[in-house]
């Protein structure tokens, strides 16, 4: 299951975090140097303990990287100190018990803030619909979830309406449209 958050936002595990005892990692002078910091980081990743948390300095909230984490189990949690300067902290977590996907293409999946994030955009039509669909009769998202598609999903209002969920546009840009996905409230 994805991890529970508190008042501020923050997940559970990122609240009670003593920050003195994660592993470090400060990939802004390679960055600077134009080296391409992936492979460290992983090999980093790899020799983790379990129950270490690992703390990434860098110039950017490293949205890819995070996404690749969350495949390998590892929730995040970005935290911005000033324009060029984020820390992320990546703590391993049970991975959440999703419906299967078997026969759907590969697509990233990540939990972020506690929810699942899906990237749908690229996939033909109708794997996308699929996998939202999947996910929503299978249980394991929870009761909201966003997904990122190619365009509106104007097939997918009436079949989410059949099962009781809604979607809602949250970001539109030259990338794709951003929906939230949520269970309508039992009155």
Not at 10 to 16: A, H, I, Q, R, V
Not at 73 to 89: I, K, N, T
Not at 128 to 140: N, Y
């Amino acid at each position: 299951m994805p991890s529970a958050t508190d008042s501020t936002g923050s997940p559970d595990w990122f609240s009670c975090l003593d920050r003195r005892h994660c592993e470090r990692m400060d990939v802004r002078p390679l960055l600077a140097a134009g080296t391409d910091p992936l492979t460290q980081i992983l090999a980093r990743v790899d020799a983790l303990s379990p129950g270490v948390v690992l703390q990434i300095d860098a110039p950017f909230d490293p949205v890819p990287l995070r996404r690749l984490l969350a495949g390998r189990g590892y929730a995040s949690h970005p935290v911005r100190l000033s324009g060029d300067h984020w820390q992320v902290f990546f703590h391993q977590q049970a991975a959440p018990e999703l419906p299967s996907l078997a026969g759907l293409p590969e697509f990233p999946l990540m939990w972020q803030d506690g929810a699942l994030d899906m990237d749908l955009r690229g996939l033909m039509p109708p794997n996308p619909m699929v996998a939202v669909l999947r996910i929503i009769e299978g249980g394991g998202a929870g009761d909201s979830f966003t997904v990122w598609l190619d365009r509106d999903p104007v097939h997918l209002y009436p079949e989410l309406a059949e099962r009781h969920w809604r979607a809602e546009v949250v970001e539109q840009d030259s990338d794709g449209v951003r929906v939230r996905i949520s269970k309508e409230s039992e009155t």
